[in-house]
């Protein structure tokens, strides 16, 4: 027996062997060591095979033990064949892939599996914005925004200056704005999307209407999701310069550097801008009034107080990719800035001598990891505290025109407002915010295909204002605010039918409370007397929703959703914000929405070396107390420098927007948006007297713009002035029709039909280390105009140049 024991052994040993099996992982790069997503690597002779994902990672298992050849290949990369023995369970291979002839990731978006497509077919209303090409020309992050469908940048004059976003009619704090998932206000307004420069982000994800869990808010007409980037798997060092017309200066560097052992890494960036905003108005906004009360328009003037900087930078420290974590950083961001105000809420009359100046520390602290404890369990937690400070100064009561000089009255004497600033009483105000946002999603994959998360976000501000002109050291001339939030989500998302159909569906809670304590100064029989008004609110409501895709055809998807949204008042909107010429309104309700969202999508469809994508999406949103910045009703006084924000009752905004995308051998990129809506006031009797409240029932919103067009058009020269050198020209065009900026119809006060071009041309030298850039904005220097008719720059000019290690 035990001979036939030993001798089957001996004669089943080859077999034994030969039935062994062994996993291959690694990483595949490009040669300028960014990773190579959707490369296909295959083990002649088996049916093993798998891709690389976003991140360039892949694994294969089941390889027989002995001599195979792996192949890697993509149409983005040239076929490379690499021979292994395998004889271990466990074997790693990286491999630097080299681009094909005809084929450039960095300069052509190709479309494909990637993150953006990821994203763009859940059954959002969604776009993502990549920025690989974006952060080598001179091109600030807000410009990406405003050239992507649906979106239109609401911005005040030049560099700096207020910003507000439109998505298909809905504004202000209606959209939310984010950096990996946390509101952006948590950082202060000197670390924004005005100076974030496009070289420190990843990625821009632009919802329209319904929103996803791990987005959960208090927002209705949808969020801008700015990623910044993560991937610490190549070590690289990255800086860039610029400078342009109106003294424009810019600065950017970063840092990424991981150890492959311990999976130490460290990011780092900084960033700093400097611009006079000294550029030219002459439209009809523009004004001169002379000493006896008569207005010169289309006056053509420099601005002037209107000098903005900004500094920041940002630091984070921790593990990547190791066992107990995916990420795992603790951060510091702090950043620093000075902002001239030039005028109020419009451009009617200059200021001299207001100005603000803001910074922020702030910490924070990220771990991720999937599969935590169990399979399919992925714990998302990102957690912030920041200190922010503002301090805004107006003491000069001189009046001025926008000559620069003081104006004068029928004396011709300059005219002098006593005790008063240039926007009402004089101020040396200070405004501290302590904020606090958490942010946590806990997810399971029941089985493939099928997963529930949670998600709950927690915001709070404690606001301290106060102001040297009134008595120092007394807490009862303090104004103190509070706020806090409390937003949870659950979701159910489902991929049926072989993953054609995709659905999500989720149910949210939301609750808010504030609180106020001011104080209350009289005067009674010549003395002034004091007291503190305490005030406080509380408000918890339910919101729902739900959000489908299903493919058609493998290129053609539909995709739909809708919600029941509640957006509550925000901090500003509550408590005011003297920067911003925002007055207090206390009393202000949270508005609810209806949005719904349909559309289809041809994605990627090829003729030879043609390839197009097409969208298009209908949307309708039903808002109860909609809540928007005041808009004037006052004929005689039309140039009104602030106002609240307030109620307006019943608004619905209606519309569709679509975008052409045309790609020709990877070589020519062509794109084309537009969205068209109507946005009504649609408030027309009081629901407890029955009596017409409104003459303008039915009528545009005023201060909106509701038409607007995108195009831009991109080629690329390979080996024209060296070999392996690249040259891309770039051409762009805007379009905003016509609108009103007041309630009347009044010819002075409708913003009138713009129209913009740029052009651009960038050359990377063979290395690809060095790009060199040069951009030409507003070619025709047309009047180009803003919030409440404030007119932007005209033609400039920037030249940038861009240096990156890679591999170090």
């Not at 892939?97 to 059954?123: C, F, M, R, W, Y």
């Not at 410009?143 to 009619?169: F, H, K, P, T, W």
């Not at 029932?697 to 713009?705: A, D, F, G, R, V």
Request: glycine share 8%; no cysteine; net charge positive.
């Amino acid at each position: 027996m035990k001979s036939f024991f030993l001798s089957a052994v001996m004669l089943l040993l080859p077999v034994l062997l030969l039935a062994q099996f062994s996993t291959l992982n690694g990483k595949v790069t490009m040669d300028d060591g960014k990773p190579a997503s959707r490369v296909t690597i295959t083990v002649k002779g088996t049916k093993v095979a798998g891709t690389s994902d976003d991140n360039g990672k892949y694994e294969l298992k089941n390889i027989p033990y002995g001599k195979h050849t792996v192949v890697f290949s993509s149409v983005e990369i040239k076929e490379q064949a690499i021979t292994i023995i395998f004889n271990k369970t466990t074997q790693a291979l990286n491999i630097t892939a080299i681009p094909a002839e005809d084929s450039n990731l960095d300069d052509v978006v190709i479309e494909g599996a990637t993150q953006k497509k990821k994203i763009e077919t859940t059954g959002f209303a969604v776009s993502v914005i990549e920025t690989k090409e974006a952060s080598l020309r001179n091109l600030q992050t807000n410009e990406l925004l405003d050239r992507a469908v649906g979106v239109r940048v609401r911005q005040n004059g030049g560099i700096g200056s207020e910003v507000e976003y439109n998505l298909n009619g809905m504004t202000g704090r209606s959209v939310g704005v984010f950096i990996d998932g946390i509101e952006i206000s948590t950082y202060g307004s000197s670390f924004n999307l005005n100076n974030i420069p496009p070289a420190m982000i990843d990625r821009i994800e632009v919802y329209k209407g319904v929103l996803p869990s791990h987005l959960a808010g208090d927002y209705m007409g949808g969020a801008i999701n700015v990623v910044l980037k993560k991937d610490a798997g190549q070590n690289n060092i990255s800086a860039s310069v610029s400078y342009g017309s109106f003294n424009t200066f810019q600065a950017d560097a970063s840092l990424m550097t991981r150890a492959a052992k311990s999976g130490f890494t460290v990011k780092a960036s900084g960033f700093y801008t400097h611009t006079d905003n000294s550029y030219e108005i002459w439209g009809k906004f523009s004004k001169f009034v002379a000493p006896n009360g008569v207005v010169t328009r289309n006056h053509r003037a420099k601005r002037f107080n209107d000098e903005y900087r900004s500094a920041g930078g940002r630091v984070e420290l921790g593990f990547t990719n190791v066992k107990w974590a995916d990420q795992f950083l603790l951060g510091y961001n702090g950043s620093d800035t000075y902002n001239e105000i030039p005028h109020g809420q419009t451009m009617g009359r200059p200021y001299v001598g207001r100005f603000s100046e803001a910074d922020a520390h702030v910490l924070s602290v990220v771990y991720n990891k999937k599969n935590l404890f169990i399979k399919g369990l992925t714990l998302n937690f990102n957690g912030v505290y920041s200190d922010r400070n503002t301090y805004i100064q107006d003491t000069s009561g001189w009046v001025y025109n926008w000559d620069g000089n003081p104006r004068l009255d029928i004396y011709n004497r300059p005219m002098y407002r006593i005790n008063q600033g240039q926007q009402g009483a004089k101020t040396m105000n200070s405004i501290n915010r302590k904020i606090t946002t958490v942010r946590a999603n806990l997810s399971y994959d029941i089985i493939s295909g099928h997963r529930l998360s949670v998600n709950h976000m927690y915001y709070t501000v404690d606001r301290n204002d106060n102001d040297i002109f009134r008595p120092v050291g007394d807490d009862i001339y303090r104004t103190i605010n509070d706020i806090a939030k409390n937003v949870t989500a659950f979701n159910y998302e489902a991929q049926t039918f072989g993953n054609k159909l995709k659905t999500n569906v989720f149910v949210k809670l939301y609750q808010q409370s504030t609180g106020r304590t001011a104080p209350d100064i009289k005067v009674v029989n010549g003395q002034t007397v004091v007291t503190t008004v305490v005030s406080s609110d509380n408000r918890s409501t339910t919101g729902y929703g739900m959000a489908l895709s299903y493919t058609f055809l493998p290129k053609l998807m539909f995709v739909g959703s809708a919600e029941r949204a509640v957006r509550m008042p925000g901090e500003s909107e509550i408590f005011g914000d003297p920067a911003d010429n925002v007055i207090a309104n206390p009393g202000i309700r949270p508005e609810v929405s209806e949005n719904y969202n349909a559309g289809l999508r041809l994605d990627g469809y090829k003729i030879d070396k043609h390839r197009f994508t097409v969208s298009g999406n209908l949307f309708w949103r039903n808002v109860k107390d909609r809540i928007m910045r005041q808009a004037n009703t006052n004929l005689s006084d039309q140039e009104i420098e602030l106002s609240p924000f307030v109620n307006i009752g019943l608004a619905q905004a209606l519309g569709f927007e679509g975008e052409l995308m045309y790609n020709y051998a990877e070589k020519l990129n062509v794109m084309f948006n537009f969205s068209k809506f109507n946005s009504l006031y649609k408030q027309e009797f009081d629901a407890a007297t029955g009596q017409r409240l409104s003459d303008y029932y039915n009528k545009q919103l005023p201060n909106e713009p509701f038409y607007t067009m995108n195009g831009n058009a991109q080629y690329r020269f390979n080996n024209l002035i060296q070999k392996k050198s690249i040259i891309n020209l770039y051409y762009n065009f805007g379009y905003v029709a016509s609108f009103r900026t007041i309630w009347p119809e009044s010819e002075w006060f409708t913003t009138p039909t713009q129209f913009s071009h740029d052009l651009g041309v960038s050359y990377r030298t063979p290395n690809r280390k060095i790009v060199v850039s040069f951009d030409a904005k507003n070619l025709f220097n047309q009047e180009m105009y803003d919030n409440f008719g404030v007119q932007k720059p005209g033609r400039a000019f920037y030249l940038k140049l861009n240096y990156t290690i890679t591999n170090f």
